[in-house]
């Protein structure tokens, strides 16, 4: 059995250079949510409660595009 993880992250910052984009994200969080949970943010929190992630982009097809603030879904998955 293969286990997977999908965690939600937010941009919080972006280094710009030559040729590439540097990426620092954490896990999405907020001050306080709907008392019905009805965030989805509530849920990924709940159960993935802190994180960081820094990438260091050199695809030329996505540099520049990622901007702080931006959600993504990060899934991990077993490599074989």
Known sequence: MSTTMRAKMQVQKVDRFVGGDRITMNAVAAKAYPADGSDEDNSYAKFS??????????????????EPGQKYYIDFTPAE
């Open 49 to 66: 409660p802190a994180g960081e992630l820094s990438l260091t982009i050199a695809n030329p097809a996505l540099i520049g595009k990622i």
